[in-house]
């Protein structure tokens, strides 16, 4: 396992049009979080998942966005009608749900462009 | 709410100098952990180091150590020796602890480390 895999790596988009991202979690991890980085800043929780369950969701997770993790291992970013905004890079990482580890693995994101 | 502060932007240091990158935070929890990651240009984040609040001892690894001040609500990081190798940005982050791992994180908005040669 070469650690959590994000595709694609980057993106460019018509503003609008529907995007997925996919994120590729370490194997036997069954945490996994999605962030957003824009540029200058650090990254921005999004929501995280615990199996195939859904436990959090930021307010920055809008309608137009949804995350889902269908059988506990991989999961996709949907962001339908992109906006300028929404420009940024999208950080997956995953850990493994024991007390005392915290560890987070992060993948290399994907870059967004909303043009 | 919790809140990570990076003051410094960006820090340029000419290779060999030692470098220090300040963080400071703020939580009402009294259970929590604190991190370093490294960020190069390739994008992906990089773990350095978890603490946890009621560890407040120093750490050092290599050419890297920590002074973690809970009565400061610091956590400071330095890099002696600097190599280019270390030019990056450098996030300084803040975890809850709800029991059961890592929860979700408030990120300071980085340092740019820049090492001359």
């Known amino acids: 396992d070469t650690g959590v895999s994000q595709n694609p790596r980057h993106k460019i988009t018509k503003r609008g049009q529907n995007v997925t991202f996919r994120c590729d979690p370490i194997s036997e991890h069954n945490r996994l979080y999605w962030y957003r980085q824009t540029l200058g800043q650090g990254p921005e929780f999004l929501t995280y998942f615990q199996n195939e369950a859904q436990l959090e969701k930021s307010r920055l997770l809008s309608d137009r966005f949804s995350a889902e993790r269908p059988k506990g291992s991989f999961s996709t970013l949907e962001i339908q009608r992109t906006e300028q905004g929404d420009s940024a890079m999208y950080l997956c990482a995953s850990s493994l749900a024991i007390e005392l580890n915290t560890e987070a693995f992060f993948g290399q994101g994907t870059r967004l462009t909303v043009v | ?117």
């Open chain 2, 1 to 117: 709410a919790q809140k990570v502060t990076q003051a410094q932007t960006e820090i340029s240091v000419v290779e060999k100098e030692d470098v220090t990158l300040d963080c400071v935070y703020e939580t009402r929890d009294t259970t929590y952990y604190l991190f370093w990651y490294k960020q190069p240009p390739s994008g992906e984040l990089v773990f350095l180091i978890r603490r946890n609040s009621f560890d407040e001892q120093n750490e050092i690894s290599g050419r890297y150590s920590w002074n973690f001040q809970k009565s400061t609500s610091s956590f400071n990081f330095t890099i002696t020796a600097s190599q280019v190798v270390d030019s990056a940005v450098y996030f300084c982050a803040l975890s809850e602890s709800l029991g059961g791992g890592y929860q979700k994180v408030t990120f300071g908005t980085g340092t740019k480390l820049q090492v001359i040669p």
